[in-house]
């Protein structure tokens, strides 16, 4: 047998390392109505009508776990691709209430919203909106697949001049898009059946988004298996990592490295290994994150 041929025949390793050159990019955009209120007036929030989340995933409407009303230094645009970009810092938050507790419920009075014990008072609170800040309402479901995701918002813009209040969720509200780039990356190479699997990022500088990585932020490794093929997944990323992947996840903060034996389903089922079966997609996500995107992400190339 050549040299060429034993080559060809040999195991890749199945020690991966996740850098800046193999990361995917993507854009990230978020949409959400504006509804103008009366300022320093309470106002009734309505939800029931909410079938789908902005990423277009079920919802019961009466299982709905936070409402946040929060004020930023930001305009509207702003925030909403802040949201986006997972890129709200603390500084530009100016006021904020939260509700939970909100089982059975399908609507709440601004006024029942409070944070350290501090009620949220629209006669004293609910300014009309100004240049460069913002109000935006979102609806939360806390705890899903071990992250609080947003699942709708809107943003307010109270005024003396309106009379309004009552306003409401619906399906229409608020959408999530992503426009990723999977081919533009380097892929990670390995084989089928390897004896162990292993993935480390201490190189890694930057996200999917172009940003800073921070690797506190980056708390937990996620691996997916697509049966679809790569440029099916890059046209559907979100409808089918949400509905039709297979997932195994593990808690990496503090960590740059794991063995990926530790990862698991939520079924409790540990990452099996990579075969040559659809495709492989390996990355770091963040829980604490306002958009649902991997802030890095890779796609696995599996060899005999």
Known sequence: MTLLALLACSPLSGDLSLTDDHNYLYTASMQAETTQVAAWQDVRVDWSALSVDLQQRPVDPTAIDRISLVRMSLDADEVLQSVADS???????????????????????????AILGNPFDPAQDFAPAEDGKTWILSLWDLERS???????????????????????????????????????????????????????????????????FDPLLADRLVILHFAEDLTTVESDFIALANNDAQAWRADVYGLDSLDLAEAASEDGEAFPGF??????????????????????????????
């Not at 509700?99 to 059975?104: H, I, Q, T, V």
């Not at 081919?183 to 390897?194: C, D, K, Q, R, V």
């Open 146 to 212: 071990g992250r609080d995701d947003i699942l709708t918002s809107m943003i307010l813009d109270p005024s003396e001049a309106s009379d309004v209040v009552d306003v409401a969720f619906t399906d229409s509200t608020a959408s999530f898009g992503l426009v990723p780039d999977l081919h533009s990356g380097l892929p990670l190479e390995t084989s089928e059946g390897a004896e162990a699997y292993s993935l480390e990022w201490s190189s890694l500088t930057r996200t999917g988004a172009g940003l800073e």
């Open 87 to 113: 890129s709200l810092n603390q500084s530009d938050v100016i006021d904020y209430r939260l509700l939970d507790d909100l089982a059975g419920r399908t609507d709440v009075m601004l006024s029942e919203m």
């Open 275 to 304: 075969d040559r079966d659809g495709t492989w997609l390996i990355g770091l996500e963040c829980t604490s994150c306002t958009n649902p995107v991997p802030l890095a992400l890779a796609v696995v190339d599996v060899r005999r």
